[in-house]
């Protein structure tokens, strides 16, 4: 039997008001709402985002996350979020992530 984890607030659109209330189960529950299973390189791309929220206290620009993933899994690898993240790294990493919906940016 599956336990659903109550996820903290999230505003009109699903993101997290309070970043710092994420954990890694709460990522699993947004996921789910979003049809994605979790893999390593998901959690790759979600680690580091996290990280550099955490030193910066802003959500990466998505161009750092791309290169992180090049850097981990080769130059072939420029794609990768997208591929992790159909529908968008605002749309889900940044989501799944825990960050607040970056101002700004309206979509990839």
């Known amino acids: 039997m599956e ?3 109550k996820l903290p607030k999230t505003d009109d659109e699903g993101y997290l008001v309070e970043p710092q209330e994420w954990d890694e189960e709460v990522a699993e529950a947004l996921a789910r709402q979003e049809n994605l299973l979790l893999t390593d390189e998901h959690w790759d791309a979600i680690r ?6 955490r030193d910066r206290q802003v959500a990466p620009d998505v161009r750092f996350v791309i290169w992180h993933l090049a850097e981990r899994f ?3 690898s420029r794609n990768k979020i997208f591929e992790l ?3 968008g790294y605002v ?4 989501k799944i992530a825990g960050m607040k919906r970056p101002r700004g940016w309206s979509s990839g």
Do not use: I, W
Not at 48 to 53: I, S
């Open 3 to 5: 336990v659903m984890t």
């Open 48 to 53: 580091f985002m996290r990280d550099f929220y």
């Open 74 to 76: 080769g130059p072939s």
């Open 85 to 87: 993240f159909p529908y």
């Open 91 to 94: 749309k889900q990493a940044c």
